[in-house]
């Protein structure tokens, strides 16, 4: 996962991201305890992921990213947390059901963990993707980043919401 994200965010995406043995890892994998949602090809390769950071404590809206959102409310409670890292690492030929199934995954995880709502900053062509998935997230502010229109969403976890995206890719919830 780590080798993905240093090749898509490093590589083609050319972001600032520090990496180190062809691994891109920050302070919020190493420090505060983040869990992983990773989605594998049969062949046990990377094919899409995410991290989740509770907001009770540090996240990236609050330490890196509210420099690009001046009047942002804090968001943060047990029932909230932060994604981030959204990884994907498509090949061609790849089923699009494997966004399908972080997704499911992520409302699974959050469901069973009384998480309500998710947060996460996001560029404009991800929220066709999050649109198209079902996931419908509530714009709570815009700005930009490196001339590119930016979101800070929020996204309600629900059992109708996890059936609908399984429903629209095809899979089991």
């Known amino acids: 996962m780590v080798r993905a994200r240093a090749d898509v965010f490093h590589t083609r995406m050319n ?25 594998e090809r049969p062949d046990g390769s990377h094919a899409t992921s995410i991290r989740l950071l509770p907001t009770t404590g540090p996240t990236m809206l609050r330490n890196v990213f509210h420099r690009f959102f001046p009047n942002c409310p804090d968001i943060y409670g047990a029932n909230i947390w932060e994604v981030t890292r959204y990884c994907a690492t498509y090949r061609k030929g790849d089923p699009a059901s494997y966004t399908g199934e972080l997704f499911v995954k992520l409302s699974e995880i959050c469901l069973d963990a009384g998480i309500d ?13 999050l649109m198209r998935s079902g996931w419908d997230p509530v714009p709570v502010t815009t700005s930009e980043w490196d ?14 919401r996890m059936h609908d995206i399984a429903h629209r ?3 089991a919830a």
């Open 117 to 129: 709502i998710v947060t996460g900053v996001f560029f404009k062509p991800m929220y066709r993707i």
């Open 169 to 171: 890719y095809a899979l």
């Open 147 to 160: 001339g590119k229109p930016i979101v800070l969403g929020t996204f309600e976890m629900s059992e109708p």
């Open 15 to 39: 972001w600032d991201v520090k990496v180190e043995h062809e691994r891109e890892e920050d302070e919020y994998d190493r420090e505060y305890n983040p869990l992983y949602i990773v989605v």
